[in-house]
């Protein structure tokens, strides 16, 4: 499958080496260490909440509510009753977290059960046996919950560590220097604790072979492929060309095989759904399961149940906020304080979409007048629909609201109403309906959001046709999981002001 696109820091790895001639040399027994120390990282993560929710259950909350008594069991002794936390290796191990090389959040999934299963089993083993009588149930509770914060964020630390010191990564051939390899290569960049290091581009185009893409160099043919992994040393193989026959697809990767741990395929899916498609056998034959969650009904209520919830919650939080906002529009310029403006929500329906005012009332003709006298505005307005700098339209209050998109906020009554959700497409102009194409059919079974993906990827910095690719993978591959990620780098995009004009 593609690598799904991640915020992350570029690897620094420098220029590759020459490659070494001779025999081939595995990773496995530098790799196989890094699966110690990530267990080994793994068990003190999980010790240290235990231990750490012990000392705050004894220190502090009996402090607060004496009538919660001593602990029965020393620290020692709980983690003794559960086994020393062997359970929670298992778990990690079952949900392949020492074998997989997921991106945080996938990781943050798979943690989220591992932690939930091992804590349940050894809770209740321990009760079986008579030995978790005296085990305090506001410690267990709260050590579930501190692993499941906690594990992800040690996890992903640890291997970017590995990775730098030479034990998570793997040397790693690309097979095809176009533009889906350089694809793979950025996405690889940004996401280091993957462990993958790119050494060459195998191509078969002439032209390419022999040249430069960055810091690799394309090398060739790929019916060479076998040699180019003992030269430079490379235990994965990862074929970035999805156009390549089947038949010489076939060719490759049994040249592959034997000559490399792992051969991993980006197949010629692009544009379809990727985040919950599962491999399944027929008989020998490969199918991919490609689920489309918003059309179950039991989904869209789960979703609709999610967006009560967590706007109503918002909504009584931000109330006194909202009041201050309102204020200081009506000081600030002449005008309403909230406005309206007509978008597209789900299956075509239209609805008047509401903000706090961030312009003038006149801002149509100061916005002619600009673009007039301004060739470079005119041909980013045509381009992103806004202008980054300089917008003649925009108020004081309106610059600082829409810097910290605290101009948004109204939409919760949208989300209270069932108009819009907190995490969606982007709520589209009528006036942008042609521009659509043949993505809008697909974006309008969603309803719109106040924030997506489109508002983690770079916000208005991304082109109009971008933005639509995201709606559609959005809509394609939803799931509470995703609305829980895309609301959380929310928050993180607001409070950096990214893309935010």
């Given at each position: ?5 991640h ?7 420098g220029?590759a080496?020459l490659p070494?001639?001779g025999?081939g040399?595995r ?10 120390l ?6 003190l ?9 012990w000392?705050?259950?004894?220190r502090v909350?009996?402090?607060?509510f ?5 602990l029965?069991?020393?620290p020692l002794?709980?983690?003794q ?12 191990a ?8 997921v ?6 999934r798979?943690?989220l059960?591992a ?12 009760f079986?046996?008579h030995?978790g009588?005296?085990?305090?149930r506001i ?5 579930w919950?501190?692993?499941?914060f906690?594990v ?5 630390t640890a291997?970017r560590?590995l990775a730098a010191?030479?034990?998570w990564?793997?040397?790693t051939?690309?097979?095809?220097a176009g533009?889906?390899?350089r694809?793979?290569?950025?996405r690889?960049a940004?996401n280091?604790?993957?462990g993958?290091a790119?050494?060459?581009y195998?191509?078969d185009?002439?032209?390419?072979i022999g040249?430069?893409l ?7 043919p ?6 180019f ?5 490379a ?5 970035a ?5 089947r ?5 490759v990767i049994a040249?592959?095989e034997?000559?490399?741990?792992s ?6 899916m692009l ?11 027929l008989?020998?034959l490969l ?11 039991w ?5 609709r149940v ?24 009506r ?10 403006q007509?978008r597209?929500?789900r299956l075509w329906?239209r609805?008047p979409c509401?903000?706090?005012r ?7 003709g100061r916005?002619e ?10 041909a980013?307005?045509e381009e992103?629909q ?8 925009i108020?004081?209050v309106g610059?600082?609201l ?8 109204p939409q919760?009554l949208?989300?209270l109403?069932g ?7 982007r709520p589209y ?5 042609e521009?659509m194409?043949?993505?809008g059919?697909t ?5 719109p ?7 983690v ?5 991304l ?8 709606d559609?993978?959005y809509?394609?591959?939803?799931s509470l999981?995703l609305?829980v990620?895309v609301?959380?780098?929310t928050?993180g995009?607001?409070?950096r002001?990214?893309g935010?004009?």
């Amino acid at each position: 499958m593609t690598l799904p696109s991640h915020a992350g820091d570029a690897t620094r790895t420098g220029p590759a080496p020459l490659p070494h001639r001779g025999p081939g040399v595995r990773t496995e027994a530098p790799f196989a260490l890094a699966i110690v120390l990530l267990a080994a990282v793994d068990w003190l993560a999980v010790a240290a909440c235990v231990l750490g929710i012990w000392e705050f259950r004894e220190r502090v909350l009996r402090g607060v509510f004496p009538q919660l008594g001593p602990l029965l069991l020393s620290p020692l002794q709980y983690l003794q009753t559960l086994y020393f936390l062997l359970p929670w290796t298992i778990a990690f191990a079952e949900a392949g977290l020492y074998s997989g090389r997921v991106l945080f959040w996938e990781e943050a999934r798979r943690s989220l059960r591992a932690c939930t299963l091992a804590a349940v089993f050894a809770t209740l083993v321990a009760f079986a046996t008579h030995s978790g009588i005296r085990l305090s149930r506001i410690v267990l509770a709260a050590t579930w919950l501190a692993t499941v914060f906690v594990v992800p964020v040690v996890r992903h630390t640890a291997k970017r560590a590995l990775a730098a010191a030479g034990l998570w990564r793997r040397r790693t051939l690309i097979l095809g220097a176009g533009a889906t390899g350089r694809n793979v290569r950025e996405r690889i960049a940004r996401n280091p604790a993957l462990g993958y290091a790119p050494v060459a581009y195998v191509d078969d185009d002439a032209e390419r072979i022999g040249a430069r893409l960055g810091d690799l160099p394309v090398v060739g043919p790929l019916a060479d492929v076998p040699r180019f992994a003992r030269e430079f040393r490379a235990s994965e193989v990862l074929v970035a060309m999805p156009r390549l026959s089947r038949e010489r697809l076939r060719r490759v990767i049994a040249a592959c095989e034997g000559c490399v741990a792992s051969i991993r395929v980006v197949p010629d899916m692009l544009g379809f759904a990727t985040l919950g498609v599962e491999a399944e056998d027929l008989d020998g034959l490969l199918l991919l399961h490609m689920r489309w969650n918003l059309a179950q009904p039991w989904n869209l209520a789960v979703k609709r149940v999610f967006d009560l919830v967590v706007s109503t919650v918002l909504t009584v939080l931000l109330a006194p906020l909202l009041v201050a906002i309102a204020i200081a529009i009506r000081i600030d310029s002449p005008g309403p304080v909230l406005y309206r403006q007509e978008r597209i929500g789900r299956l075509w329906t239209r609805f008047p979409c509401l903000k706090f005012r961030t312009m003038h009332v006149d801002n149509a003709g100061r916005l002619e007048r600009h673009l007039a006298a301004d060739a470079g505005a005119r041909a980013e307005w045509e381009e992103f629909q806004k202008l980054k700098r300089g917008d003649p339209r925009i108020t004081r209050v309106g610059r600082w609201l829409r810097r910290t998109s605290l101009d948004e906020l109204p939409q919760l009554l949208h989300v209270l109403r069932g108009e819009m959700s907190l995490v969606g497409p982007r709520p589209y102009l009528p006036r942008e309906v042609e521009r659509m194409s043949e993505f809008g059919d697909t974006v309008v079974k969603a309803p719109p959001g106040m924030t997506g993906l489109w508002q983690v990827s770079g916000r208005n910095d991304l082109p109009f046709p971008e933005r639509l690719r995201l709606d559609e993978y959005y809509v394609r591959n939803w799931s509470l999981w995703l609305d829980v990620i895309v609301l959380t780098k929310t928050a993180g995009v607001v409070i950096r002001g990214e893309g935010a004009y």
